[in-house]
Every structure is written in C-alpha cells, then in structure tokens.
Nanobody, 122 residues
Framework: QVHLVESGGGLVQAGGSLTLSCVAS????????MGWYRQVPGKQRELVAT???????DYADSVKGRFTISRDNAKNTVYLQMTSLKPEDTAVYYC????????????????WGQGTQVTVSS
C-alpha cells in the first residue's frame, strides 16, 4: 500500500508564492508519473501539472510560466513551486502518483493524497 502525504498549502496574497510537497511512502514499489491536480467546490478535479520518470513535464495552460513541477526520485517526492499566484488558483490541491510493484509485469495503480488547501487572497 502506498500513502501520499501533501504539505505546504496555506493562505497567500495575490502575486505571492507557495511550494507544495508530496511524499509517497510504503514499501516495495516503483513510482512512475507523479503530479498535482486541483479542485474547487462544484467543479471537476483538473490537472495542474505532471512529471514522468524521464522526467517529462506537462502543465495546464492556466499555470504555464508560473508553476514548476519537480521530483526527487530518491525521496519519492514531488514538488510544485507556485509563483505569481492569482485568486483563481484557490483550490484544494491533490497529489497524484502512479505506483506499481516491480516484477516481470508491473501493474500500475493510481494513488491520491488527502489534499491541501491553497487560498489566494486578492
């Protein structure tokens, strides 16, 4: 079983910065893609950024140039550095990781963190 634990959320003024962290813990697993999604009440969860094992990255258009995703494979940790924050970035941010048990054939499963609130005041 893999557990994802996020940290770093909080309240910040517009134009400010925050960095989110997420650690994947457990035993005997490999991590493939990691990423961040966000959700506001009444709306679907949306992709913010993902990072593969290469590492290759992908960003939502709304955060390109402002957010940077990175990972530390040795620590099974993914980071999201958020700058120039806007009130519309306010949401619960969820960490995501695709994990599997190494073997002849690896079956990959999706795991989610519990979410961390980011609030940007105008």
């Amino acid at each position: 079983q893999v557990h994802l634990v996020e940290s770093g959320g909080g309240l910040v003024q517009a134009g400010g910065s925050l960095t989110l962290s997420c650690v994947a813990s457990g035993s005997g697993f490999n991590v493939n893609t990691m990423g961040w999604y966000r959700q506001v009440p009444g709306k679907q969860r949306e992709l913010v950024a993902t990072i593969g094992s290469i590492p290759n990255t992908d960003y939502a258009d709304s955060v390109k140039g402002r957010f940077t995703i990175s990972r530390d494979n040795a620590k099974n940790t993914v980071y999201l550095q958020m700058t120039s924050l806007k009130p519309e970035d306010t949401a619960v941010y969820y960490c995501y990781a695709e994990c599997g048990t190494p073997g002849i054939v690896t079956t990959w499963y999706d795991y989610w963190g519990q979410g961390t609130q980011v609030t940007v005041s105008s």
